[in-house]
């Protein structure tokens, strides 16, 4: 694993020819830095960012915004933020779903892998497969039943083509002999709004997005991604034990800056996203959500996008699908 590195003694007359548009180490942070999130304001990911962005801003002294960029795939949030200037006051919230879409999408026009230099995860956390309460839906084999009757009568919501519960709703189609009908929003918000609103009954979407109303009795949940149950919905099956272990999987967030940022600049970023994950307050907020902390180093998250962008690009070409 190899991290960028780039000269941090760069003379007046570079600087000059540059306009300064990278600011020296010494000098960061000397003005606000923003968080690129490719997803709608009040999601999953925007109640995960926005409580480190407010402990990074104490760390740093200098504020940390969040700048909500929603898209399919989260493609248009994400180039943005691999196309700023690497100087570190522009950062992206990445995550699994970047790596599944590098392949979903045809012609992506940036690399997850290369374009970024990548500061951290943050953490992961288990998808469900929730319904409303009153859709007539009492369990998964229940749905499967259903959807064997009348295939493609039933709808499911996700938060864009190329996310991680269009992927996981392709996979139960096809590992179990089933016909159901996508629905794509830009993001899980509206899409979450709309399966509460009984237009469609439906959804794969991190837990954290799905608790509250969970616990209000508007959403049952049918089963969860992680290997063993969550201890926020006990009485719920995994996919595994239900005889879908293909649709195991823990969907992680974390931090990234442009490829080229100054790597005194990243390892400032990392530390102060250290931190944040460290407070116990904030942990248990995140935990409280169904994300678990990571603690990772820059190299490990870059090797975790680069084995995952592996893993499931293979995946994706496997099963043909596309979400063009």
């Not at 009984?198 to 109303?213: E, M, Q, R, Y």
């Not at 990392?270 to 603690?295: C, N, R, T, V, Y």
Request: proline fraction near 7%.
């Amino acid at each position: 694993m190899k991290s960028l590195v780039r000269s941090l003694a760069a003379g007046a007359l570079a600087c000059l020819a540059a306009a300064c548009a990278v600011a020296q180490p010494a000098d960061w942070p000397a003005r606000p830095i923003r968080i690129i999130v490719p997803a709608p304001a009040a999601g999953p990911f925007d109640r995960v960012i926005r409580p480190i962005a407010q402990h990074m801003t104490q760390t740093l002294k200098q504020s940390v915004v969040v700048d909500n960029r929603p898209s399919a795939g989260n493609i248009v949030g994400t180039q943005a933020g691999a196309t700023a200037a690497p100087d570190g006051y522009t950062l992206t919230m990445t995550g699994m779903l970047n790596t599944i879409a590098q392949s979903m999408y045809d012609n992506v026009p940036f690399d997850i892998v290369k374009d970024f230099e990548h500061v951290g995860a943050i953490g992961g956390g288990a998808q469900w497969l929730v319904v409303r309460s009153d859709a007539g839906i009492s369990s998964l084999q229940d749905l499967v039943q259903q959807a064997r009757r009348e295939p493609g009568k039933i709808n499911y919501a996700s938060s864009g083509a190329g996310s991680t519960g269009h992927l996981v709703m392709e996979l139960l189609q096809r590992a179990a002999g089933i016909q159901l009908t996508h629905v794509p929003y830009k993001g899980g918000a509206p899409a979450l709004q709309d399966v509460l609103a009984g237009v469609v009954p439906v959804i794969v979407i991190p837990s954290n997005a799905a608790l509250s109303s969970v616990q209000a009795g508007k959403l049952k949940v049918l089963a969860v991604s992680s290997e063993t149950r969550s201890p926020l919905v006990p009485n719920v099956p995994t996919f595994a034990e239900l005889g879908y272990k293909q649709l195991s999987l823990t969907s992680w967030v974390g931090l990234s800056a442009p490829k080229g940022t100054p790597a005194a600049v990243v390892r400032r970023i990392h530390a102060a996203l250290a931190a944040a994950l460290q407070d116990p307050a904030l942990s248990k907020q995140l935990e409280s959500e169904g994300m678990i902390p990571f603690s990772t180093t820059s190299e490990q998250y870059a090797q975790l996008v680069r084995e995952d962008t592996q893993r499931w690009g293979q995946l994706v070409r496997s099963l043909g699908i596309k979400a063009n």
